[in-house]
């Protein structure tokens, strides 16, 4: 129950800074999107959070590992400070671009958006369920095992294909054409994670050279 509370706390602190990047550069709380957005970042979280601290809290204690400070590898430390830097930045442009009236999105792609929101963060949560190891920082644990069922079957990373799927529906979701730039740095920022991590798993991960062969692309099917 520990783990269940800590990641009760977490979420609030999380959205409270969600809110602040959100409604801040938009100047307003009469601001649909961004409820909207933090309130489907909050229920895809929280729900199989939820599961997780029941069923498997190990896997979400791993989860909630977050950030630099919990990586070892330099590498994994500059790119997850660099990525977290880039959300921050794609949602304060996101909700500025709305404020200043730079894009004109309409309300169904701005749900559209937000379905994306949903997916990528779903895909994510699933991985977790799917792999208890599948933490959020890069690092072998001792007894963990390749896993190449479910969504793993089809891609090696499905995690940050989820990662991919929720910028891409960020700046839409908030109102923004223009913060769609930065899903390009934040794509090659996911690039470098994992050829780094790759780095990592063939070293230390048993069966991980013999998964590579059976599925093989990282991120994206018949394209890398």
Same mark, same amino acid.
């Given at each position: 129950?520990?783990?269940?509370?800590?990641?009760?706390?977490?979420?609030?602190?999380?959205?409270?800074?969600?809110?602040?990047?959100?409604?801040?550069?938009?100047?307003?709380?009469?601001?649909? #999107?961004? &409820?909207?957005?933090?309130?489907?970042?909050?229920?895809?979280?929280?729900?199989?959070?939820?599961?997780?601290?029941?069923?498997?809290?190990?896997?979400?204690? #791993?989860?909630?590992?977050?950030?630099?400070?919990?990586?070892? #590898?330099?590498?994994?430390?500059?790119?997850?400070?660099?990525?977290?830097?880039?959300?921050?930045?794609?949602?304060?442009?996101?909700?500025?671009?709305?404020?200043?009236?730079?894009?004109?999105?309409?309300?169904?792609?701005?749900?559209?958006?937000?379905?994306?929101?949903?997916?990528?963060?779903?895909?994510?949560?699933?991985?977790?369920?799917?792999?208890?190891?599948?933490?959020?920082?890069?690092?072998?644990?001792?007894?963990?095992?390749?896993?190449?069922?479910?969504?793993?079957?089809?891609? #090696?990373?499905?995690?940050?294909?989820?990662?991919?799927?929720?910028?891409?529906?960020?700046?839409?979701?908030?109102?923004?054409?223009?913060?769609?730039?930065?899903?390009?740095?934040?794509?090659?920022?996911?690039?470098?994670?994992?050829?780094?991590?790759?780095?990592?798993?063939?070293?230390?991960?048993?069966?991980?050279?013999?998964?590579?062969?059976?599925?093989?692309?990282?991120?994206?099917?018949?394209? &890398?």
């Amino acid at each position: 129950m520990l783990i269940g509370l800590q990641a009760a706390v977490s979420a609030v602190v999380g959205f409270a800074v969600f809110a602040v990047l959100v409604f801040a550069p938009a100047g307003t709380f009469g601001y649909w #999107r961004g &409820w909207a957005f933090i309130a489907v970042f909050a229920v895809v979280t929280m729900v199989p959070s939820i599961y997780l601290a029941v069923n498997d809290p190990a896997a979400l204690r #791993r989860r909630m590992q977050a950030g630099p400070t919990a990586e070892t #590898r330099p590498v994994q430390k500059i790119a997850s400070a660099m990525a977290f830097a880039l959300l921050a930045v794609m949602i304060v442009a996101a909700a500025l671009d709305y404020r200043l009236g730079w894009s004109s999105v309409p309300d169904g792609l701005s749900v559209l958006g937000d379905v994306l929101v949903a997916i990528g963060l779903g895909i994510a949560m699933l991985v977790v369920i799917q792999n208890s190891y599948a933490a959020a920082n890069v690092k072998v644990e001792a007894g963990q095992a390749v896993v190449s069922t479910g969504l793993y079957g089809l891609v #090696r990373h499905p995690m940050y294909v989820g990662n991919v799927i929720m910028m891409i529906g960020i700046p839409p979701a908030l109102g923004s054409y223009w913060a769609l730039v930065l899903v390009i740095p934040g794509v090659a920022l996911l690039a470098v994670r994992i050829l780094d991590e790759e780095k990592l798993l063939r070293a230390e991960l048993a069966g991980y050279d013999q998964y590579t062969r059976e599925v093989r692309y990282r991120l994206l099917p018949y394209v &890398w």
